[in-house]
């Protein structure tokens, strides 16, 4: 597959989703929070909207809905779970930028949310949208019965906690000094980046009522495409600078950071993202021409240049 | 009734209760992170140990406990949804020091998380401790039926996001500068602190299939002490002295903080505590003596001196 010829209807598909998911997030951030609360916290909902309505490719919320498509489901149900994971996502980034983590004054070009407000802000706003989220599920309003609520519940937030995305986040800060090995690099990256993207790709199955056995292909998918996105992100810190990232680039050669690149090399890297792309068009192979728009995203993803 | 004839018993009961939690926390903190995760991300788990297994009163789960025991719920049900609402009030806690927010040195008289580990640590430990309360309620090892899990989740979410808990600090952070009125600093009170203490006591009518009618009775209870453990809070703010409250005392004042003693004074708000214990005496007469030990909470929660 070329991917220069499928691009437009690939591009033209992932700016669709992200408007979808966009008007949600904004109806859900706005609208939604009137009925629940005593009084309004304005700034902090300020500073929620601000970590979330950043103009981000929204490729979680991509995979969700494009993953769920592909059953037939409910297409009002995958976008709320779609707005949850892209909450989540957003509330990580939050917390990565703070001065005691990344300490990164930039994200896509704009100041970061503790920079444009400050690190009170910026923790609670984080917190906010990583409880929101799980309230956005469990709510009635997606339209789905209460055990595949349950069920998406108990997935997303094993994706995201101590054993998933916190705990790689964790890990990582440890790198720098603890020097891990190729696979204590794997199994990092399996966490911090791997599990949402494996989440949003199971999710879609877990939405759509999928078999077990389609559902675990849905995971394992995810699962290639997540380490492709990271090889893809280290690739690019070595081989981009900052006006094309909209962050700051040569991070973590700069900090001394292990990755499989700084490992292995340009070549090798690109080599084993090319295997991840069949990997991931192997895998989805029972689901035919239904898959198309999906094989595009597992090559966008490796292929991206910010 | 005289809370000094029956706190031995209520003490007892609260003793025991939170014994039953650091169990269970324990256990979950230790053996069942280790099935979910790919790897160990030692340091992280260890923060989140040391922000949750710090000897505090357990006063939340006691109360979802207790609420549980009236509708004779399944106690190892009630005991996990405890633990969780305790991993919900400790991240708040450790969020809440960071230098960032209110900070802290001390909590219950040790080095709060960051002091002991680093902000980075704090922050993610404060994540992790949040996102694995989902986890742990959303379990089926939580013996309750996947409708009643998904009902605890969404209210908790609810109790502990923007239009709860973390509205209320965000709340809190602006009333230096905004100076609230006296309606202001009960709604601003009613997030912060009260929003959890109602979710425990209505999480246990939810636990027990109680009726609407019992869990809205239950639901007011918890808001009626809620507002008493802050008066009671904002009194030994500044009756106590650090020695006595295991933290600083004195800070609200030397914050120029409005609390309602500030505007009331002492006087006016043991009197209004009084009055709400009578109220929430008077929402549990329906139960008769299998609530005797709730009434014996109220009086600890309005009287006690750290």
């Keep these: 597959m070329d991917k220069n010829s499928l691009a437009p209807h690939f591009t033209t598909a992932l700016a669709t989703r992200a408007m979808q998911v966009e008007t949600i997030l904004q109806k859900l951030l706005d609208e939604r929070l009137r009925a629940g609360e005593i009084a309004r916290p304005e700034r902090l909902m300020a500073a929620m909207r601000y970590g979330v ?12 809905m494009e993953t769920a ?18 909450s989540i996502h957003c509330y990580s ?21 503790h920079k444009a407000f400050d690190e009170a802000a910026a923790i609670l706003a984080g917190d906010s949208l990583l409880t929101y989220a799980f309230d956005i599920i469990a709510s009635e309003e997606t339209e789905l019965d209460a055990a595949t609520r349950l069920e998406l519940v108990l997935s997303l937030a094993r994706a995201a906690g101590p054993g998933g995305m916190a705990g790689g986040q964790a890990l990582d800060l440890m790198a720098e000094e603890q ?18 993207i494996r989440f949003a790709c199971e999710s879609g199955a877990i939405i759509g009522g999928a078999t077990r056995q389609e559902r675990e292909r849905l995971a394992e998918f995810g699962s290639a495409i997540g380490l492709a ?21 040569g991070k973590d050669a700069a900090a001394g950071k292990a990755t499989l690149v700084a490992l292995h090399g340009i070549d090798w890297t690109r080599n084993q993202l090319a295997g991840l792309v069949a990997q991931a068009e192997e895998l989805l192979s029972p689901f035919g021409d239904k898959a198309e728009i999906l094989k595009q995203a597992a090559h966008f993803i490796a292929n991206r240049e910010s």
Tied chains: 1, 2.
């Design 53 to 64: 309505l950043n103009g981000g490719k929204r490729l979680r919320p991509f995979l969700v």
């Design 69 to 86: 498509a592909l059953f037939g489901a409910n297409e009002e149900a995958a976008l709320r779970v779609a707005a949850a994971l892209e």
């Design 93 to 113: 980034l939050v917390h990565d930028d703070l001065p005691a983590m990344d300490d990164d004054d930039l994200r896509r070009g704009q100041p970061t949310l």
């Design 179 to 196: 020097n891990p090995d190729e696979a204590g690099i794997i199994t990092l990256q399996a966490m911090k980046t791997g599990a949402l």
């Design 229 to 249: 996105f990271q090889l893809a992100d280290d690739l690019l810190d070595v081989t981009s600078d900052a006006a094309h990232l909209g962050k700051a680039a």
